[in-house]
């Protein structure tokens, strides 16, 4: 058989996917972005008028996009959502882990609350709407893919604060290298993104506290969320069919000395 050139495509029509964290940041731009290729998206946050004004932008453009309140923190909320997606928008074809938070603090300084909060968002809740996605896919007898945000500082902790953000970070690559395995069989790939310093309100919140950062930088910049949209949609999309279980980092060399 002869395949085309070149094989590749990002058209997402007929997915349907599910963005935790949209209302925000990263999360917001990756609905954006899934939307713009085709995908029904299920935007998923706490912070519910942000979601429906993300909706809206996400309509005017000629997308398809429903809004879902949903707090990761809560296991039973996790295991609930997707059911909800699934009877609003159809099958969950496409989650995109992306919610997360910072703890930023010395391990030695952190309560418990603090402990269970970041673990919480960071490790379970992806775990827990992984596994909600896979089962449905795997009765359906449907392929699907499963993008896990997790961070460069599961690579390179300074020791400044926020051991508990990096550790759980680290857990996200592991989790996304089992599961790759455990789902191969079932046509589900499991893969994940690593971001080095990008621009969001969780970067924003860490540059009041320690200033600039970028001069440390070979290239002393932060990066824009476009520049991983091609990332994304590669992982999202039939163009990445033999590729599951791996994590590319996207910091622009911030983390290597």
């Not at 030695?108 to 089962?135: G, H, T």
């Amino acid at each position: 058989m002869t395949t085309p050139l070149p094989n590749f495509t990002t058209r997402l029509d007929g997915q349907v996917a599910l963005v935790t964290g949209a209302s925000a940041g990263l999360g917001q731009r990756f609905a954006r972005v899934l939307a713009a290729s085709g995908a029904a998206v299920a935007v998923t946050a706490r912070r519910r008028d942000r979601l429906d004004a993300l909706v809206g932008e996400i309509e005017a453009a000629g997308g398809k996009a429903k809004a879902f309140t949903l707090d990761v923190a809560d296991a039973s909320r996790c295991k609930a959502i997707v059911g909800e997606v699934e009877g609003a928008l159809g099958l969950v074809t496409i989650l995109v882990n992306n919610a997360g938070i910072p703890d930023a603090k010395r391990a030695v300084k952190m309560d418990i609350d603090l402990i269970d909060q970041v673990i919480s968002v960071n490790m379970r809740a992806p775990f827990i709407l992984s596994c909600e996605v896979a089962r449905r896919l795997i009765d359906a007898k449907t392929p699907g893919r499963i993008v896990n945000i997790a961070s460069m500082a599961a690579y390179d902790y300074s020791g400044m604060g926020a051991a508990l953000y990096s550790t759980t970070k680290a857990a996200v690559v592991r989790m996304t290298e089992a599961l790759a395995v455990e789902w191969a069989k079932f046509g589900i790939n499991v893969n994940g993104i690593a971001p080095g310093a990008f621009s969001s309100e969780m970067l924003d919140g860490m540059l009041a506290r320690v200033g600039d950062i970028t001069q440390h930088f070979p290239r002393k910049r932060i990066g824009d969320p476009a520049q991983m949209d091609s990332t994304l949609l590669y992982l999202v999309s039939p163009s990445s069919d033999f590729v599951t279980g791996t994590i590319i980092k996207i910091d622009d060399g911030q983390h290597y000395r």
